[in-house]
C-alpha cells in the first residue's frame, strides 16, 4: 500500500463510540475477573447437590 492509500484509510477511519469503548472495558474486566475466581470447593458443591435433592429439582436432560 502506497503511503496516499495509508493517508486516506486514516483519514476516513471512524472514532470508535463510546458504547464500543463501554463495552470493550466491561468484557476485560469481565475476564479479570474470570482469572481471579477461586474454584468451588468440593464442600460448597455437595452442600449445593443435598440441597438440590432435597429440593428434589432435576437438571433439565439436554
Same mark, same amino acid.
Given at each position: 500500500? +502506497? %503511503?496516499?492509500? !495509508?493517508?486516506? @484509510?486514516?483519514?476516513?477511519? /471512524?472514532?470508535?463510540? %463510546?458504547? &464500543? !469503548?463501554? #463495552? #470493550? =472495558?466491561?468484557? &476485560?474486566?469481565? +475476564?479479570?475477573? #474470570?482469572?481471579? &475466581?477461586? /474454584?468451588? +470447593? *468440593?464442600? &460448597? !458443591?455437595?452442600? =449445593? @447437590?443435598?440441597? !438440590?435433592? *432435597?429440593?428434589?429439582? %432435576?437438571? @433439565? #436432560? @439436554?
Amino acid at each position: 500500500t +502506497s %503511503r496516499a492509500q !495509508v493517508a486516506k @484509510k486514516k483519514a476516513t477511519q /471512524k472514532k470508535t463510540s %463510546r458504547a &464500543q !469503548v463501554a #463495552k #470493550k =472495558k466491561a468484557t &476485560q474486566k469481565k +475476564s479479570k475477573k #474470570k482469572a481471579t &475466581q477461586k /474454584k468451588t +470447593s *468440593r464442600a &460448597q !458443591v455437595a452442600k =449445593k @447437590k443435598a440441597r !438440590v435433592k *432435597r429440593a428434589g429439582i %432435576r437438571k @433439565k #436432560k @439436554k
